[in-house]
């Protein structure tokens, strides 16, 4: 089965603590994308890559970080400078320019 | 900065409607635009693409149109069902790396 598989699908996260969320892709796509939703507004970008070892900073990127050392995976490390941490976070991927396809969330709440 | 402006913010009909959600964008210069559907809790499901170069995509009772010029998007749906009950969001993409940017959405409900 081709898809994008997240993990895991709920999380809760301590005060200080960093966690990192898990996002993988077998179709083969180049460009990978992290989206955070809260309620009430639109998704918003965190950090997107289009090449493996190579990534940009979206429009909320303070207090996130990401890697891309391999084409298929490209994992999100919510840090303990990100203040307000708790929302539904997305992972997409795509080739270039193309359908953009979504995993099926992360939930993550701070506790 | 691209912004996305859905219209309406939430629609509520009986079965059988046919309906025409609306998206506006500032920013023209688009590779494409995107049609999604989210169900509570859920990931993204693409329902379209529309390349830049085109005016119209249809798939099954789904039409969606753009004009890129005025910056507008309108997705048709014809004979509405309770199943396509999910919130409708629109995503111009644009920029290095082709990033969507998405407005709130259409929250639509049918009913029986």
């Known amino acids: 089965d081709g898809g994008i598989t997240q993990s895991p699908k709920y999380l809760f996260r301590k005060e200080g603590q960093n966690v990192t969320l898990s996002c993988e892709q077998n179709?083969?796509?180049?460009?990978m994308y992290w989206y955070r939703q809260d309620p009430g507004q639109g998704l918003r970008l965190i950090y997107y890559s289009q090449i493996v070892n190579d990534f940009q900073k979206g429009d909320i990127a303070e207090g996130y970080s990401v890697s891309r050392e391999k084409k298929e995976s490209f994992p999100l490390t919510v840090t303990s400078a990100q203040k307000n941490p708790t929302a539904f976070y997305l992972c997409?991927?795509?080739?270039?320019?193309?359908?953009?396809?979504f995993g099926q969330g992360t939930r993550l709440t701070v506790v | 900065k691209q912004e996305v402006t859905q219209i309406p913010a939430a629609l509520s009909v009986p079965e059988g409607e046919n309906l025409v959600l609306n998206c506006s964008f500032t920013d023209s210069a688009i590779y494409n635009l995107q049609w999604f559907r989210q169900d509570p809790g859920k990931g993204l499901t693409s329902l379209l693409l529309i390349q830049s170069s085109q005016r119209e995509q249809t798939s099954g009772r789904l039409n969606a149109s753009l004009d890129k010029s005025s910056g507008r998007s309108t997705l048709y749906i014809a004979a509405s069902q309770p199943g396509d009950s999910a919130t409708y969001l629109c995503a111009p993409g644009g920029g290095g790396g082709n990033k969507l940017t998405f407005g709130t959405g259409t929250q639509l409900k049918v009913e029986l």
């Open positions: 997409a991927s795509s080739y270039l320019n193309t359908e953009a396809f």
């Open positions: 179709l083969n796509h180049d460009a």
